[in-house]
């Protein structure tokens, strides 16, 4: 039996007529930047998220990089991300002229240690971007607490975690502002690239949608050194459809996710450690293996899709040698990069299909 790591079809399949309802609607009004999708969808999703405002942007690393520019994060300022996560985090920041100072995780979560968090702080340190990796909300009050104690900024990145929660609340409401990949294998996923800030401070908010749109406050009246990072109005469209869908999707994930973790009984496999009061909304489910490259071609060989997430972590990648990290230095990170494999998860998975991967791990 096949079992791809991911597929769109069944989503895509169950939406089809919806969706192509939405590309006719752009189509035939002929207004494709900056419209009535836009709009629909920006006041939408602040709605879902619980905040006051959302700025659609061409992709999830500028959502991040407009918000830190919003909040006046440049050169000479150091912001601390995890260790583990997609370059996307770090690259954030950088194109800020910022430095990002590379934070331990919880090896049970993945998620940044509130406990490294503070050794790491220096007087050049103005915010701390946590991300909910892999859909697993960070511990959002420790991060808060020691945001207030060091007056420092806090930017989340929730480019996996589309509708996950911390305490009743939604992933993104938290801190100063917030940002979300709309990358089509996302939980909220676009048919092409697109993105979103949110924030709750209606000048953070007017400032990043400036940022977006080359500097400008109003036409041909440019106010900041910009960029071109705006929701496209057919990109909006087709997340307009399948925000309203999200909660039942999300759910669908969470049962599988339940099965993997009630059913998966190796004592080779380190399965994920969920925190109290959350609930995560499962974009990757990452297990652990020391012996992850042989689980890797057996799953494989027996007709199982997998991915890792990430083989090299953030401080070993070639783009950031400059920062002067060496193999060694954030041994967390680097265990994690050595053991962590990714199963099958996505919506519309049948039951044989999540049997199949259950027990070809468990006879591994």
């Known amino acids: 039996?096949?079992?791809?790591?991911?597929?769109?079809?069944?989503?895509?399949?169950?939406?089809?007529?919806?969706?192509?309802?939405?590309?006719?609607?752009?189509?035939?009004?002929?207004?494709?930047?900056?419209?009535?999708?836009?709009?629909?969808?920006?006041?939408?999703?602040?709605?879902?998220?619980?905040?006051?405002?959302?700025?659609?942007?061409?992709?999830g690393l500028d959502s991040l990089m407009l918000g830190l520019k919003a909040l006046k994060?440049?050169?000479?300022?150091?912001?601390?991300?995890?260790?583990?996560?997609?370059?996307a985090t770090a690259l954030a920041v950088t194109y800020t002229g910022a430095v990002p100072v590379f934070v331990e995780p919880d090896i049970r979560t993945f998620n940044i240690s509130p406990d490294k968090i503070e050794e790491k702080i220096t007087d050049k340190t103005k915010a701390i971007m946590p991300v909910h990796l892999y859909g697993q909300p960070c511990d959002m009050d420790a991060v808060m607490d020691i945001a207030r104690q060091y007056n420092l900024l806090v930017i989340e990145d929730c480019a996996q975690a589309h509708g996950a929660t911390y305490k009743g609340k939604k992933v993104g409401s938290f801190g100063n502002a917030a940002g979300f990949s709309f990358y089509p294998g996302k939980n909220l996923g676009a048919l092409g690239d697109a993105g979103a800030a949110i924030t709750n401070d209606k000048d953070v908010a007017e400032k990043i949608r400036a940022l977006g749109n080359y500097g400008s406050d109003y036409k041909y009246h440019h106010i900041y050194l910009g960029n071109n990072s705006r929701l496209d109005e057919m990109q909006a469209a087709f997340l307009n459809v399948k925000l309203s869908h999200l909660d039942r999707m999300n759910a669908e994930r969470q049962r599988i996710a339940k099965r993997y973790l009630q059913e998966i009984q190796n004592p080779k496999i380190i399965l994920p450690y969920v925190i109290d009061d959350v609930e995560p909304v499962w974009h990757i489910f990452a297990i652990r293996c020391k012996e992850r490259d042989a689980l890797e071609t057996y799953l494989n060989d027996k007709g199982i899709g997998t991915n890792k997430h990430y083989p090299i972590p953030m401080h070993l990648q070639q783009a950031y040698a400059s920062l002067g990290y060496k193999k060694g230095d954030l041994p967390i990170a680097e265990e994690i990069s050595a053991t962590e494999l990714s199963l099958p998860m996505y919506y519309g998975m049948t039951e044989t299909e999540i049997d199949h991967v259950i027990h070809t791990i468990n006879a591994f």
């Not at 994060?73 to 370059?87: A, K, Q, R």
């Open 73 to 87: 994060i440049g050169m000479g300022d150091e912001v601390l991300v995890p260790s583990n996560t997609y370059i």
């Open 1 to 59: 039996m096949l079992v791809p790591f991911v597929s769109f079809l069944p989503m895509e399949h169950e939406l089809k007529k919806e969706l192509e309802e939405a590309f006719k609607g752009v189509f035939q009004s002929s207004w494709y930047i900056k419209g009535r999708e836009d709009e629909e969808f920006e006041k939408n999703f602040a709605k879902y998220i619980g905040a006051n405002y959302c700025i659609g942007c061409g992709n």
